[in-house]
């Protein structure tokens, strides 16, 4: 008779199994997050589309355990597109709605760059009376996934709720699409109301104090601030009066990134390889700026640098995305086919001995923020503690 192991012993035989099977990945992943290779051959900056170059930067959403987004309402009579669409049709079918208030409201999704929107949002929602009881987490995802997902803002996504049987359509009154919305970071906002620009990203007080204050208050504040200016935007006849280049930012508000011209990076053995020997890099949090500013201080210290960074801008990352796509693409509609010249021959060469060229779109690099990616592995580290699959009945 063959003795029986003990159950204790048992599942420590299968734990020990599952560690040795996974050791290989996790020595990988500790190697990576120690040993950084970015200060010798820089930063990767090839992609076959700018957006993704910001793949992998974390953004958070308060959800059930298993990863469903939980639902924000929205006044449709607050929105832009709504008023637009709604006069429009008042005009052709009944004009007595013109002056009609709607109120209707539609849910959002909505997803945080900032970890500390999130947790603010979660405990928000823990305070009602019905979610004291319920499961709400903070969950990290891509923001690839997030802009996936607003880009259909106007119909939304479906949720998997059946059509209509005679018509065959779904309908967005009743659950069968969710919208999705990505709010920028309220303390990045903050530092982009003192610098340079700040009118791309949607900050156009008359004072940067003024931006700063109302940033502080939260997002409830701004976005009400947004709505004022949105609906002085419609009653407006005369032109915009936001500077060249912002009026399409009259309402909104964009996502912060920061530039700073000393921080520019060289990389000798990144220019050998690819030619590329520049990089532009645009900071998501402005802390990562000012560290990135005192290490080169510490570096360069014959140089007498100041303490703070100098003539750093804003720039609203969407532009900047769509910016580089348009350049991309004007370079790939006027390439000309090969052919052998001199300079031709000569070209790889000149980018990587010849002299520095201006910097262009394709050099811009976006560092995450530290402090997202901080909080994303404290939230991996913590695990979620129940299967992504509901359980069968």
Sequence with gaps: MKPRLHPLLLALLVTEAVV???LPNAVLTSTR???NFGSLFGSATYARTPYERVAGHPVFAVTTPWGSPYMSMEKLSDLDEVVQESRAAASSSNPQSVSEERT????VALYYMDPDDAIAAHAEMKQMDAMQS???RVTSLSLTRALRQATNLGSGLPTGAPADALTGKFDTSQGASLRYKIVPPKR???????????ERVGLQSETAAQDAQTVILGNSALEGLNIMRRRNKRERKGASTAPPGTAHMEGYTGIPVFHCPALRKRHPIKGLITGQRQETPLFFNYEDLEAAWNQLKQRQAKRNMPDKPENVEVFNMWDVLASMDKDAWNKRKNAVFWKPSAAAILSPLKRRFGKLEPPDLQDITFVPSSRAID??????RRGNGKARLRPMR
Excluded: H, W
């Design 188 to 198: 990045q906002l903050f530092y982009a109301a003192r610098c340079k620009g700040r």
């Design 20 to 22: 040795a099977e996974n």
């Design 134 to 136: 319920t499961d709400v």
């Design 104 to 107: 209707e409201v539609r849910t």
């Design 33 to 35: 997050r120690f040993l």
């Design 375 to 380: 909080y994303k592995e404290r939230i991996s």
